[in-house]
């Protein structure tokens, strides 16, 4: 079992940065694959970002390449998104996912997840 919590999000300016944190229950965090979904209002749960369990592979989305960029602090039990340039696009609720498997925190299905932190990007 994990248990995910997700703090850092806020109002921002557009052009402005935010870090997400996901802080990860049990002993086991440095086994799971961790990624970044957001959820804009009235639109469907969309992949950010994702991280192996070692840090060494990640992946991001087309649309946040270049401005976002999620690590993890095993010690901490923690992954991070930190998003910079931001835009009023990037409005959503931002959920972290962990999952035993690559394939599973990338296509959205993994089996746990946190309750979100909402972001807003004024323009």
């Known amino acids: 079992q994990v248990q995910l919590v997700e703090s850092g999000g806020g109002l921002v300016q557009a052009g402005g940065s935010l870090r997400l944190s996901c802080a990860a229950s049990?002993?086991?965090?440095?086994?799971?694959?961790m990624g970044w979904f957001r959820q804009a209002p009235g639109k469907e749960r969309e992949f950010v970002a994702a991280?192996?369990?070692?840090?060494?592979?990640?992946n991001h989305a087309d649309s946040v390449k270049g401005r976002f960029t999620i690590s993890r602090d095993n010690a901490k039990n923690t992954v991070y998104l930190q998003m910079n340039s931001l835009k009023p696009e990037d409005t959503a609720v931002y959920y972290c996912a962990a999952d035993n498997t690559w394939s599973g925190v990338i296509s959205g299905t993994s089996d746990y997840w946190g309750q979100g932190t909402r972001v807003t990007v004024s323009s």
């Open positions: 049990g002993r086991t965090f440095s086994s799971y694959a």
């Open positions: 991280i192996s369990w070692s840090g060494v592979r990640t």
